[in-house]
């Protein structure tokens, strides 16, 4: 089967002039020539032009897109590739589509948005940080799991969040010993709030990567000037650390 450069350029949505010039820069033949002068192509030209726009909706340029094309050793390697980018292209787009919806039903509310929800998907500057740290699996099902979460549901997460902070800083300002009840019974509190958050080993009860992550959050916390922050000061971050990885190395 194959069709006219008219037909293809109405199906395609571009015109025939787009066509002609894809061919004199070289990114794509017609499959034939008839006699009449008419351009022919076939699927496997089709596929091709595919490809070509799915790239141009990526916003490659013409000279980039036929380096790719001219590299290319497998076309099937090449559609898993562009099929990739298109499904992270669509998580961009739905998380996109929760934080505005996040953004009116805060303001339908009279409440206060919050700024991280509301610019997800549009400077997601930690999921390389996640990636890195704990893969990309991990980063996708806990960004799910949070951005579904309602607006209330989020506000009542982050309180846990700062009772639990405010709680290690008391511990900390108070001055007893990383090893102590007190601050072993907030290790445990620590890694149950962990726990609660999709992707993670402690969530997946990985019991010798849960070990590894908690501790690997205790050297974060102290080498991370973010999170000395977060912990009132260099002091109250390594407090935790301490209490943390006592806690995985004895109770985990």
């Known amino acids: 089967m194959e069709w006219t450069i008219q037909e293809l350029a109405a199906r395609a949505g571009i015109t025939s002039r787009t066509l002609r010039h894809y061919d004199r820069v070289g990114l794509l033949a017609p499959s034939r020539v008839g006699a009449n002068g008419y351009r022919y192509y076939d699927p496997g030209a089709v596929a091709r032009l595919q490809r070509i726009l799915l790239m141009r909706r990526l916003g490659m340029g013409l000279p980039a897109i036929a380096e790719v094309l001219a590299d290319e050793v497998d076309t099937c390697d090449g559609l898993r590739a562009h099929i990739a980018a298109l499904e992270e292209e669509r998580d961009r787009i739905e ?12 303001l339908q509310a009279g409440a206060e948005p919050q700024m991280d929800v509301m610019l997800a998907g549009f400077n997601d500057h930690s999921k390389d940080e996640v990636i890195s ?3 990309e699996r991990a980063f996708q099902v806990s960004n799910d799991w949070w951005h579904g979460k309602t607006l209330d549901q989020q506000r009542a997460w982050k309180q846990d969040t700062e009772d639990l902070v405010a709680a290690w800083v008391a511990a900390a300002k108070a001055e007893v010993s990383p090893t102590s009840e007190h601050a072993q019974s907030l290790a445990a509190r620590h890694v149950r709030w962990l726990s609660q958050i999709p992707g993670t080993p402690t969530a997946e009860g990985d019991r010798e990567r849960s070990i590894e992550m908690v501790k690997g959050l205790g050297d974060m916390y102290v080498d991370d000037p973010r999170f000395a922050g977060m912990y009132d000061d260099a002091a109250g971050a390594a407090f935790v650390r301490d209490a943390l990885q006592a806690y995985a190395r004895t109770r985990m």
Do not use: D, K, M, Y
């Open 95 to 106: 998380r996109q589509i929760r934080s505005v919806r996040h953004t009116l039903e805060a």
């Open 133 to 135: 740290r704990w893969g």
